[in-house]
């Protein structure tokens, strides 16, 4: 598959999404990635529980640092489970359940960090539902055999991982400024889901 052949296809899996930008560029590392992968025989839902185990990690650990680099590791390998899945051509509905899956419970575990770091729970269980339900209600739409919404939102995944990146790094270095910062991203958040809402709902009004 050459790399031409495995955007169009992420496009597909993704309802449409743009290819160019930063996400093309990030498509085209992930490509490579995925063909040294494939290469070597590993296998997508292998990458997928790597993911998950190094969030897991990054969320119990002491150390502020190692977080933000096992934060980096869980983003690579969730990444490209998806990429070596098509230039595979081993994509499969349960992969799918099994990478959704695995994001909400790594999403719960870099909100644990927040939590560690003095983020109040409220907020970071508050930003967790959100970001989750957003989800859920593209996955669902899917489900009624519509194609996933293909409006990017402001606090899309790659988004919601740098704001967890930003507060290890204030930590780190003892800036002040995470609370604000995790008050103006839950306002982010509630925006990105009205946005997913209206894009569903005119899907579906459209469609029948």
């Given at each position: 598959?050459?790399?031409?052949?495995?955007?169009?296809?992420?496009?597909?899996?993704?309802?449409?999404?743009?290819?160019?930008?930063?996400?093309?560029?990030?498509?085209?590392?992930?490509?490579?990635?995925?063909?040294?992968?494939?290469?070597?025989?590993?296998?997508?839902?292998?990458?997928?529980?790597?993911?998950?185990?190094?969030?897991?990690?990054?969320?119990?650990?002491?150390?502020?640092?190692?977080?933000?680099?096992?934060?980096?590791?869980?983003?690579?390998?969730?990444?490209?489970?998806?990429?070596?899945?098509?230039?595979r051509g081993s994509e499969s509905k349960w992969g799918s359940i099994l990478d959704?899956?695995?994001?909400?419970?790594?999403?719960?575990?870099?909100?644990?960090?927040?939590?560690?770091?003095?983020?109040?729970?409220?907020?970071?269980?508050?930003?967790?539902?959100?970001?989750?339900?957003?989800?859920?209600?593209?996955?669902?739409?899917?489900?009624?055999?519509?194609?996933?919404?293909?409006?990017?939102?402001?606090?899309?995944?790659?988004?919601?991982?740098?704001?967890?990146?930003?507060?290890?790094?204030?930590?780190?270095?003892?800036?002040?400024?995470?609370?604000?910062?995790?008050?103006?991203?839950?306002?982010?958040?509630?925006?990105?889901?009205?946005?997913?809402?209206?894009?569903?709902?005119?899907?579906?009004?459209?469609?029948?």
């Amino acid at each position: 598959m050459i790399e031409e052949q495995f955007k169009e296809r992420w496009s597909q899996l993704h309802g449409g999404a743009d290819v160019e930008g930063v996400v093309g560029g990030w498509l085209r590392f992930s490509y490579q990635a995925a063909r040294v992968c494939a290469a070597l025989r590993i296998s997508p839902n292998f990458l997928t529980f790597l993911g998950l185990g190094t969030a897991i990690a990054m969320g119990l650990s002491t150390y502020a640092a190692i977080s933000l680099l096992l934060l980096v590791i869980s983003l690579f390998f969730d990444g490209i489970d998806g990429s070596v899945a098509i230039v595979r051509g081993s994509e499969s509905k349960w992969g799918s359940i099994l990478d959704s899956v695995a994001d909400r419970i790594s999403e719960a575990f870099w909100l644990y960090m927040g939590w560690r770091l003095g983020i109040p729970a409220w907020l970071v269980i508050t930003m967790w539902t959100v970001a989750s339900t957003q989800e859920y209600a593209r996955a669902r739409l899917a489900s009624l055999g519509h194609s996933e919404v293909g409006v990017v939102t402001p606090t899309e995944r790659p988004v919601r991982a740098i704001f967890m990146a930003f507060a290890l790094l204030f930590y780190i270095f003892d800036i002040p400024g995470t609370l604000q910062m995790s008050y103006a991203f839950l306002g982010l958040l509630l925006f990105s889901f009205v946005q997913v809402m209206r894009a569903a709902k005119k899907v579906l009004t459209s469609r029948g």
